[in-house]
């Protein structure tokens, strides 16, 4: 399971998000093998005022969280990283220094979906990659 938000400004994110969605998704489902029916991203469109980042950045700065159930391994966790800083520059010419990255673990009983704890639902995937 995981929940993917997606910060940028409004006026370089709107554009791009359903292609950014797509970039995204494809990584997390070679570097975590999540089934290609697993998609939940939220993207938050912040005006200017509203966006601080750090100087040196340009107006494509784009943040990306990553929220997930523990149990990927650091390979998985440093793959996934990797693709996304690649594919998001090759496809859509966001330069690496452009992008933030972060994984945010939670144990799997911290989750509820489906009427159920995280640690009592049977997903159709495996979360020990």
Known sequence: MSQIKVFGLKTHLMPL???LSDVIH???VDALQFPADKRAHRFIHLDKDDFLYPSGR???YTIIEITMMTGRTKEARKGLIRLLFDRVEAQLGIRQHDLE???IESPPENWGFRGQHGDEVVLNYNINV
């Open 101 to 103: 990255i972060c994984i």
């Open 26 to 28: 494809s990584c997390v």
């Open 58 to 60: 340009s107006e494509a």
């Open 17 to 19: 998000r359903v292609q």
